[in-house]
């Protein structure tokens, strides 16, 4: 059991180690091995911090804003945040920021131990200009953590309350010492029947500390059961395809999803009944509903599929200010539950690319991802997303600010190709929801070659049909005398 817990924790580690790196068209960069042993060196202190936990949708929001001062002889660069071992694998969108500027570049971050017997990972953070002797800094350090709340009880009514249980440490965990520090958590609900160590409660909101000269790697564990009567959803996998069409002006979108509510489950068996009756008064419930996908306004064509057919069940609002597709699966998610489904929509190229002058350059402009826009959060374990280029696309680059896993380019066939399309795919780990605002950017060049290469084959195609139907009406196959 131990080796399997070991195995799981290297898995997780290289899925954000990889994630961790910056996007470009080249390979990703290999990671550096420290020993199990390895400490930071104590060449900071934390001259004061503050740590905001968010806990309104169904996964963990962490914000760090902490004043560093480099209290070594020569001058830093390199600032290090620690992860428990079962808890980096879940570690997603981490960003470092100067909190003073916060328009200039994220910070370079990457994991830098990948030792399974160790019970801490680390996180360096690389600063873009070094920290002199007794110089300071303001960094803004933000991240979420997904599949970290507990369902307590586990197991519910249909119609009972939810309650999550966060556990997690009153000190921010810091690999330097503290001078000042305090933690707030915000709650959805004033609704916390259960929680240790006494906190200063205001509303939903709770502050522990201020806490002084805290000592490097201290802990302070706590805990707090709240109400969470909503479906905590999360996607196991979302495959997003977009697919371009030049000669069509057409931009093809289709998402297959797979999800899990990760609430607490059904203590008895689903009863029909007793759900109808909700459906007039319609209180909170755990169970997943419905689901609401803006997509971008004059989008055409939508179509709703699960494993067993086209689902009615669905409406789609088009007008000049909105679109959105209001989805109903064929039956609620409850805790455990599980659903599958694809989506796809068509709209109008010309809003998403650009050719650019005096060259056969163009430039797509999409989202990384779209999908479901739902107050209580959804998590995504793995994203992949395929854009398919026109065919005779070449010299593709692409650039965007979510952490990729991995990239590759490949050809994708399809109806009436020769040598097939070019196909660009993405793989991302840990995201939420709000990574609907990480724009995609990919540039290729596509000549007048290569876009008239499809017309020309349809053209001979059609041409050779006729051909052959003349030859073969040409044919004497009468039976002489």
Not at 192 to 218: K, L, M, V
Request: proline share 6%.
């Amino acid at each position: 059991m131990r080796s399997l817990n070991h195995i799981a924790t290297c898995v997780g580690i290289f899925t954000v180690l990889c994630a961790a790196n910056s996007n470009s068209t080249a390979p990703l960069s290999s990671h550096i091995i420290l020993p199990d042993n390895f400490k930071p060196p104590q060449v900071f202190k934390n001259v004061n911090l503050l740590r905001n936990i968010n806990l309104e949708k169904g996964y963990i929001k962490e914000r760090i804003n902490v004043v560093i001062e480099n209290t070594d002889a020569k001058q830093q660069r390199e600032y290090y945040i620690p992860f428990k071992a079962e808890l980096i694998g879940k570690v997603g969108g981490l960003e470092v920021r100067d909190k003073k500027e916060p328009e200039k570049p994220k910070f370079q971050a990457e994991i830098v131990e990948y030792d399974p017997y160790s019970p801490t990972q680390f996180f360096r953070v690389t600063l873009p200009e070094p920290l002199q002797k007794s110089s300071q800094q303001t960094l803004s350090i933000s991240f979420h953590l997904l599949s970290s709340l507990i369902p307590l009880p586990a197991s519910i009514k249909q119609d009972d309350k939810q309650y999550l249980l966060y556990t997690f440490s009153t000190y921010s965990p810091s690999a330097y010492p503290t001078q000042k520090q305090k933690t707030k958590i915000k709650f959805p609900t004033v609704e916390i029947p259960d929680f240790t160590s006494e906190p200063q409660r205001q509303g939903s909101t709770f502050t522990y500390g201020p806490y002084e000269n805290t000592p490097a790697g201290a802990e302070q564990d706590a805990s707090a059961r709240y109400e969470f009567t909503k479906p905590i959803i999360h996607a196991t996998l979302l495959e997003r395809d977009i697919e371009i069409s030049q000669w069509g002006g057409n931009l093809a979108t289709e998402e297959r999803y797979w999800l899990t509510n990760k609430g607490a489950s059904l203590a008895n068996h689903f009863s029909r009944v007793t759900w109808a009756t909700t459906q007039y008064y319609n209180p909170p419930t755990s169970a997943l509903r419905t689901l609401n996908i803006p997509l971008n306004i004059g989008s055409l064509n939508p179509y709703f599929i699960d494993d067993i057919g086209n689902v009615s069940t669905s409406r789609f609002r088009s007008n000049r200010d909105e679109a959105t597709l209001e989805l109903k699966p064929r039956y609620p998610v409850f805790g455990g539950w599980n659903y599958s489904f694809r989506i796809g929509w068509d709209a109008s190229l010309k809003g998403f690319l650009r050719t650019l002058k005096q060259s056969d350059g163009h430039v797509l402009k999409i989202s990384f991802l779209e999908g479901p826009k739902m107050s209580d959060g959804i998590s995504y374990e793995k994203v992949e997303l395929r854009v398919i280029l026109p065919e005779g696309a070449t010299n593709v680059k692409y650039q965007t600010t979510v952490p990729l896993v991995s990239e590759e380019i490949s050809t994708h066939k399809t109806f009436m190709d020769t040598l097939g399309r070019t196909c660009l795919k993405l793989t991302a780990m840990n995201l939420i929801d709000e990574s609907r605002d990480e724009d995609l950017f990919v540039t290729y060049d596509y000549s007048f070659s290569a876009a008239s290469r499809k017309p020309i084959t349809v053209f001979l195609g059609v041409v050779t049909v006729f051909i052959a139907a003349w030859a073969v009406g040409r044919l004497d196959v009468s039976i002489g005398k």
